[in-house]
């Protein structure tokens, strides 16, 4: 099956509002095919609702979400989303849950041969035949990645992909994603409130926050974008990248102290 | 293989797992002679207490008949072709109103516990419909289709009805948001996602309530023959009071319940079927 080239993703002021809750407001970014952008904020900075947007799992009020040109209306074969937790349906094996995201029309044979190819790249070949209650929370997450990327999309959403793993597990991940993204390139576009994953992983590091000043049903803006220097991988203790890290953690923590920020 | 990735797994990961295990195992552990043994042991003493107190004469026999006189009760209306017509009209009455019934209650559950517009439409009318005492359909049912078949068989659908859709709407606006907003996210929406995510979600809810239906049916067929109704086991009960065949009564008595407990234990069979493929 020829995997589907990375696409690109542009945002046009994009805002969305809850009831008399502004989420997210004039939200403008252009993301490069294959380009991986990491989105970080406070708790409730709305950043999975903009992941929400670009899944095609919520729209905007206001403003546009463009993929390669052609603007997104609902869920999009182009796009596949995969959650912070793993959501595999318990009465599936892990092979068929994988299936789950293979496109509609894919013949069964080639369907097969697609889902045993991803479960190898994300190594559970072993692990197939196996329901999710049998398998740890990392395999889980593995499965879920292998979900999403069974549909060969041109740009892949992950919603904290691995926020609700241990420390260590975390870590291989990280990596797995980069090797998943060098053996089947898509646009990653990915939340995460882990500051050292977001300088690991991502190309550019978009900081999500409301504004200084402004009430916190403001709604979130871009506050900064900071290009993380350097190739992957990445080495974890770079000086550059203590330093950024420090720059980020201070955007952080300013948010956090808001005072407004008690809901 | 399976045990060696359990013994892998993270400790969430197993922990759940053994929890998934143990509620499986719910019946006793050794051989099965044992199990039919024990549970043997009540009925085999319910008939030797009965046996000993028709000999003693503690009770006379137009109050209690002895055991053999309910297995010759039971010869003798063989003998003259009304046993298995009996039995064979009221199984046909239950299966075809319990297999009606049921699909309409999944039909109209699925409706109601999927979609908001129609639940609104319709969950008011149905509650209410279900707050008419069952019985009382009877005379009308009598009346508009006629004392015969259809009139019973729509009684016991309508018997059946009740318990499915009640349990299984319920069941299915209670399925893991997370999971439906996943389908939704891989491009399944209506019945497909139905089919992929809701109905698996709600089996354990639909066998249980396939049992509440099948005894509600049994329930429903001997009021519908109890009322009207010219053959049936039902329609034995009420002639063998009339006549005083207190023999016949006991024999019809235990025949209901061995027949309910067969169609019982048929649909456990489907349950077992149906939790190992779509069980966690």
Partial sequence: MPTVPALPVVLAGVGRTFGDRRVLRDIDLEIAAGEIVAIIGASG??????????????????????????PLNGVDQRTAIAFQEPRLLPWRSVARNVEVGLPRSTPRAEGRARVDELLRLVQLEDAKSLRPRQISGGMAQRASLARALAR???????????????????????????????????????????????????????????EPGYPANSGAVIRSVITVPGKRPRDRGSASLAQLRAELLDGLGVSTHHPAHTF | MADQFIAATGTAGSAYSGLAVSARRKTLPGPLWLRVLLGAIIPLAVLGIWQLIVSLGLIPSYRLPSPASVVLAGVDLANRGLLFSSIAISVQRVLIGFVAGSLVGLVAASAVGLSRVVSSLLAPTLGALRAVPSLAWVPLLGLYLGINEDSKVALIAIGAFFPVYTTVSAALRHVDPQLVEAGRAYGYTGTRLLGLVQL?????????????????SWLFLVAAELLASALGLGHLLVDSQNNGRIDRLFLVIILLGVFGKVTDALVGLLERYLLRRWGS
């Fill in chain 1, 152 to 210: 060969g999309p041109g740009v892949l959403v992950l919603d904290e992909p691995f926020g609700a793993l241990d420390a260590l597990t975390r870590l291989t991940m990280q990596d797995l994603l980069l090797e998943i993204h060098s053996a089947e390139p898509a646009t990653i576009l990915l939340v995460t409130h882990d500051v050292d994953e977001a300088l690991y992983l991502a190309d550019r590091v978009i900081l999500l926050g409301t």
């Fill in chain 1, 45 to 70: 900075s709305g950043k999975s609702t903009l992941l929400r947007q670009v899944g095609g799992l919520d729209q905007p009020d206001s403003g546009t979400v463009t993929i390669d040109g052609t």
């Fill in chain 2, 200 to 216: 698996p979600a709600v089996v354990p809810s639909v066998i249980s309530s396939l049992r509440l239906a099948l005894a509600q």
